[in-house]
């Protein structure tokens, strides 16, 4: 779902040549950590509205995202 919106976007842009056919593969993958950190972010702020948690949902988001980025991780074959 991430990398059909995120590659829309590229070809939206590529389209209208703000963007060449080289750069293609690296604002791909820029548009598709972006795309999932915002749909990341907003679900755990949403849970955190319907749990009454917001501030604690946002915190272990932050902190989450921060021991993600140096304790590498599981890594999927695919986004589902």
């Known amino acids: ?3 059909r919106i995120a590659s829309g976007v590229v070809e939206k ?3 209208s040549t ?3 056919d080289t ?3 690296l ?3 820029g548009f598709f950590i972006l ?3 915002i749909l990341y ?3 755990t702020t949403l849970f955190g509205i319907l749990l009454d948690i917001v501030l604690e949902s946002v915190i272990f988001y932050v902190a989450f995202q921060f021991i993600r980025r140096y304790a590498g991780g599981i ?3 695919s986004e589902l």
Do not use: P
């Open 1 to 3: 779902m991430i990398g």
């Open 13 to 15: 842009l590529t389209d």
């Open 18 to 20: 703000t963007i060449s």
């Open 23 to 25: 750069e293609k593969e």
């Open 27 to 29: 604002y791909l993958y």
């Open 35 to 37: 795309i999932s950190q």
């Open 41 to 43: 972010f907003t679900l």
């Open 75 to 77: 890594h999927a074959s």
